[in-house]
C-alpha cells in the first residue's frame, strides 16, 4: 500500500497521543487503502464495513471520554 499521501499527516504534539489513532487518521488511512487497492481485486465489502463499524466506534469512545471529562471538570470546579 501507497502510504506516501499519510506520511504528511501532523504528529500530535504530546509523547502519550503520540500512539493514538484520531478519526482524522483513520480517515487517512481508509482513503489512502481504498486509493491504493487492486480494482481487479477490490477490499472485501464485509471488511470494508467493519472498518466503518470500527470508525463509528471509535468516534461514540471518543465522544463518551469528551462527555466524562466535562463531568469531572463541572464535578471539580462546583466542589472546590
Not at 27 to 40: E, F, N
Not at 54 to 73: G, K, V
Amino acid at each position: 500500500m501507497d502510504v506516501s499521501s499519510v506520511t504528511n499527516t501532523t504528529a500530535p504534539q504530546s509523547d502519550a497521543s503520540a500512539n493514538q489513532l484520531t478519526g482524522d487518521s483513520f480517515l487517512t488511512l481508509l482513503v489512502a487503502q481504498l486509493k491504493s487497492q487492486d480494482p481487479t481485486a477490490p477490499t472485501d465489502p464485509t471488511q470494508f464495513v467493519g472498518q466503518l463499524v470500527e470508525f463509528n466506534s471509535l468516534q461514540q469512545l471518543i465522544e463518551i471520554r469528551q462527555t466524562l471529562q466535562d463531568a469531572a471538570t463541572a464535578t471539580t470546579t462546583t466542589t472546590s
